[in-house]
Antibody
Framework: EVQLVESGGGLVKPGGSLRLSCAAS????????MHWVRQAPGKGLEWVGR??????????DFAAPVKGRFTISGDDSINTFYLQMNSLKTEDTAVYYC????????WGQGTLVTVSS | QSALTQPPSASGSPGQSVTISCTGT?????????VSWYQQHPGKGPRLMIY???KRPSGVPDRFSGSKSGNTASLTVSGLRTEDEADYYC?????????FGTGTKVTVL
């Protein structure tokens, strides 16, 4: 069964950093396009960034509001990829999901990030 | 990259059909055959319903179908059921990024 499990959310002060993890099972994440998507309270879905499958270069892309502050990396040995968030702003407060359309599609359960002083 | 435009709401009675539009530009919806649709029930994570414009993942009822014409993609839900009441979002590949739609709340009357 294809499954994604996020962790690492929490409360952080503006300007702080946080690293989210997404553990994949049932498939190898380096064989899929993996995305981070966020949803602010009461709002719609917003694409944050992605890492392409290795055969497509394994490169990353980011949405304009987070470019230069967020990075994506992965650890093949534990089939987990990460969202490193730096210089956090109050407007980054949201539930963060990892997701893929590959392998029939899968979304994690989401992890809440709250940026507040 | 601006959000794709969806109607805020749509509704239908059980057994009827409802179609949701998703309008973008030639830089996203119109430029690629990579449009996906997601269903989200309150308090839950999204679920992939359609990918690559019209393909259905295993387990998604064939009542759900997708299409595209020019810069507008559409999701049709036929034979509406009470469990179809949810928020629906489209998303499109846009070259160096991806973009979601504004979301549509579907109500089953």
């Amino acid at each position: 069964e294809v499954q994604l499990v996020e962790s690492g959310g929490g409360l952080v002060k503006p300007g702080g950093s946080l690293r989210l993890s997404c553990a994949a099972s049932g498939f190898t994440f380096t064989n899929a396009w993996m995305h981070w998507v966020r949803q602010a309270p009461g709002k719609g879905l917003e694409w944050v960034g992605r890492i392409k499958r290795k055969t497509d270069g394994g490169t990353t892309d980011f949405a304009a509001p987070v470019k230069g502050r967020f990075t994506i990396s992965g650890d093949d040995s534990i089939n987990t990829f990460y969202l490193q968030m730096n210089s956090l702003k109050t407007e980054d407060t949201a539930v963060y999901y990892c997701a893929t359309d590959d392998y029939g599609g899968a979304w994690g359960q989401g992890t809440l990030v709250t940026v507040s002083s | 990259q601006s959000a794709l435009t969806q109607p805020p709401s749509a509704s239908g009675s059980p057994g009827q059909s409802v179609t949701i539009s998703c309008t973008g530009t030639s830089s996203d919806v119109g430029g690629y055959n990579y449009v996906s649709w997601y269903q989200q029930h309150p308090g839950k994570g999204p679920r992939l319903m359609i990918y690559e414009v019209s393909k259905r993942p295993s387990g998604v009822p064939d009542r759900f179908s997708g299409s595209k014409s020019g810069n507008t993609a559409s999701l049709t839900v036929s034979g509406l059921r009470t469990e179809d009441e949810a928020d629906y979002y489209c998303a499109s590949y846009a070259g160096s990024s991806s973009v979601f739609g504004t979301g549509t709340k579907v109500t089953v009357l």
